[in-house]
């Protein structure tokens, strides 16, 4: 024990020079956007295989509780499916593209959630078709947006991340406000720009708008919590999130085929 | 004592000065730009305790790095290269050791001594900065020519600089 202090005196030095320095390789990458992207792929790569690994053990012990929320996602698809056999009765459909989006799975390998600014990693990368822009959603609603993909990987800016924004609606009435998050609670997110005019009341759900190229419409993202009326001219209305993001494991991310034409022409209008 | 501390603050403070408001302005040859500050670490004295000169090459780097908006690469490169300085100076010490009362100067150890120890520091110095700045290994023969020539022209501004300015 004497002979380690000995040694950690004589090279104190050393602990500076590793301090000092990746203080500056700190700094360097959270101020150079160039840098950190390189330094954040490299880490993608490395880091993403070994949280898979834990997340695998972690996955397998929470088998039980999954599967339940998998046999009640179907079973309301099951009656979704029946619901609108029965709209469609004899008519007939189009066939030739089954629709403008294509979901397919992922697993989340990583995950923050007491954090501003939370990110989700999951095992799905460039390699599998995904990247920036994708819509992700999960058995119980909607999770986040993809923001930025390495070979096998990528980043998830989820609902709970204080930059996040999204378009959504009330399901009855179709008005539309945007989604946000205030950091407090990872089951509670906000939802604003929605006018006093419009009837809010609590347990009303929530879905996406469609506006953005992201998400189809229609997908669910929570139930009204409490709403609020303050000055000015829209209410301020909380949201019970339909994703628990602490038992989250399986998600779709959605291409949307038309997303590239759909952003352009709305680029060409901005001119 | 005093009077040391106060003379290497006053040259600290007009290094950077003279490297952000009139070097950081000049380009030779399209990418030629001779970092002079770095001459702040070669001259510290020789009794220096090792962690002061890497806080003073963190301090350094960070203040040229705040006014070229490039946080963090300078920074890396003077503290590596305060951490290499007392390993150079071994390398390069005199039969009897270095003398008490004197200073890592061409008046005191000659013109050799002191062009061969500015030169490895400084390539050091130069080898991280211009590594860091382009960040992979893609050009790494035109990146190691950047580093090569710039480190000529840093070192010889540094030596020519000592029969001007810094003569004791």
Redesign the interface.
């Known amino acids: 024990m004497r002979g380690l202090l000995l040694l950690l005196r004589k090279y ?2 050393v602990l ?2 590793i301090l ?2 990746t ?10 956007r ?2 950190h992207s ?1 330094l954040v792929n490299a880490n993608r790569e490395i880091t993403g295989t070994l949280f898979e690994a834990v997340e695998g053990a972690r996955e397998y012990m929470n088998l039980g509780a999954t599967n339940k929320i998998l046999v009640e996602e179907n079973t309301r698809l099951r009656n979704r499916i029946r619901a609108l056999d029965e709209q469609l009765g004899d008519t007939v459909v189009n066939s030739g593209q089954v629709g403008d989006y294509f979901f397919f799975p992922a697993e989340i390998v990583h995950s923050t959630l007491y954090k501003q600014f939370n990110y989700l990693t999951i095992n799905k990368g460039r390699r599998q078709g995904v990247a920036s822009d994708m819509g992700v959603i999960g058995p119980q609603g909607i999770v986040g947006i993809v923001l930025e993909s390495s070979d096998n990987y990528s980043t998830v800016i989820p609902v709970i991340n204080r930059d996040f924004r999204l378009s959504v609606k009330i399901s009855k009435n179709n008005f539309v406000g945007i989604l946000s998050w205030e950091g407090m609670s990872h089951r509670v997110a906000s939802l604003n720009e929605i006018p006093f005019h419009a009837d809010v009341a609590i347990g009303d759900s929530i879905v996406t708008s469609g506006y953005s190229a992201v998400f189809p419409e229609g997908l669910f993202v929570g139930n009204v919590k409490e709403v609020e009326q303050q000055e000015g001219n829209f209410y301020i209305i909380r949201i019970q999130l339909g994703t628990d993001f602490q038992k989250l494991f399986h998600v779709n991310v959605i291409n949307n085929f038309n997303r590239e034409e759909q952003v352009e022409l709305e680029a060409s209008l901005k001119q | 004592m005093i009077r040391l501390l106060a003379r290497n603050i006053i040259r600290f403070i007009i290094l950077i000065l003279v490297q952000v408001l009139l070097l950081d302005n000049v380009l030779l040859g399209g990418y030629l730009n001779p970092y002079f500050y770095v001459l702040f670490i070669l001259l510290m004295p020789f009794e220096t ?3 002061l000169l ?2 003073a ?2 301090l350094l ?1 960070l203040s040229i ?1 705040l006014f070229t908006n ?4 300078h ?2 490169a003077a ?2 290269m305060a ?1 290499m300085r007392p390993w150079v100076l071994s390398m390069f010490a005199p039969r009897d050791g270095y003398e008490p009362e004197t200073y890592p100067r061409i008046h005191y150890y000659g013109f050799g001594w002191f062009a061969g120890y500015a030169a490895i520091l400084t390539f050091m110095h130069h080898l991280v900065l211009f590594y ?1 700045e382009v ?2 290994f893609q050009y790494f023969f035109t990146t190691l020519l950047r580093v090569i020539l710039s480190t000529a022209l840093t070192t010889s501004t540094i030596i020519l600089s000592q029969f001007f300015i810094f003569r004791k």
């Open positions: 104190n030095y500076v020079f000092l320095e203080l500056a390789i700190i700094m360097l990458s959270n101020n150079n160039y840098q390189i | 305790p090792r962690w890497l806080v090459g963190f780097g790095d490039t946080l963090g690469m920074t890396a503290v590596l951490f860091v960040f992979h």
